[in-house]
């Protein structure tokens, strides 16, 4: 079954400090992995695709296919990283249709 | 704003009350998905139009469901006879549909919150 899991429903740091959040996924195939996020009281919005292997924001995700994963990472957290974000997958070229995780809330603490 | 737009934002109703919301995608975009998200969870595909086409239909989609894009342009997505279990918030998002090995981007609109007493 397609299933993305993000195991974290809350995340606390302070500024400054680094931050992981963690996407697992299960597909039998070569999924595309994206993160999205969505900033209070704005829609929600892709911050990140792993074809792209780029930063955006500071932030960084790196698909590793041995363990399912696509976590999320940024060294230095700001205040403005404050957020709920959703780590999703594509399986089907056709549909393109994404499948989310429930989110990870990340909260960062002056 | 030329970001998806839908309408409206809030919806209230009665249980057993017929609905409909309306999403107006990116000009020139011509792939349009609706998306339903409950409290404490991620968006859910619920159905894919390519042009005026309806493509793929999840099993979350009921009879009671109805999406159409009659001129490929802007999309309606009916519920008839309403049920509590249906109070979420609707989420359309649009993509270019463009060809290519790799997979469009969706932009998503402000979504509208149903609430179904």
């Known amino acids: 079954a397609q299933r993305v899991t993000q195991p974290e429903k809350l995340l606390s740091v302070f500024k400054g400090a680094p931050v992981e959040l963690k996407c697992n996924y299960s597909y039998s195939g070569s999924p595309e992995l994206f993160w999205y996020v969505q900033y209070s009281r704005q829609r929600l919005q892709l911050l990140l695709r792993?074809?792209s292997r780029e930063s955006i924001k500071g932030f960084t995700a790196d698909l590793n296919k041995g363990e399912t994963s696509f976590h999320l990472k940024k060294p230095f957290a700001q205040e403005e990283d404050s957020a709920m974000y959703y780590c999703?997958?594509?399986?089907?070229?056709?549909?393109?249709?994404?499948?989310f995780g429930t989110g990870t809330r990340l909260q960062v603490f002056p | 704003d030329t970001g998806v737009s839908q309408d409206p934002r809030h919806k209230i109703t009665k249980r057993g009350q017929n609905v409909t919301f309306r999403c107006d995608p990116i000009s020139e975009h011509n792939r349009l998905y609706w998306y339903r998200q409950t409290l404490g969870q991620g968006p859910e595909f619920l159905t894919y139009?390519?042009?005026?086409?309806?493509?793929?239909k999840s099993r979350l989609l009921s009879d009671r469901f109805s999406a159409e894009r009659p001129k490929g342009s802007f999309s309606t997505l009916e519920i008839q006879r309403t049920e509590q279990g249906d109070s979420a918030m609707y989420l359309c998002?649009?993509?270019?549909?463009?060809?290519?090995?790799?997979?469009?981007?969706?932009?998503f609109g402000p979504g509208t919150r149903l609430t179904v007493l």
């Open positions: 139009f390519q042009n005026e086409a309806q493509l793929e």
């Open positions: 792993h074809i």
């Open positions: 998002a649009s993509s270019p549909g463009l060809a290519g090995p790799s997979t469009d981007t969706q932009y």
């Open positions: 999703a997958l594509s399986g089907r070229r056709g549909t393109d249709k994404l499948i």
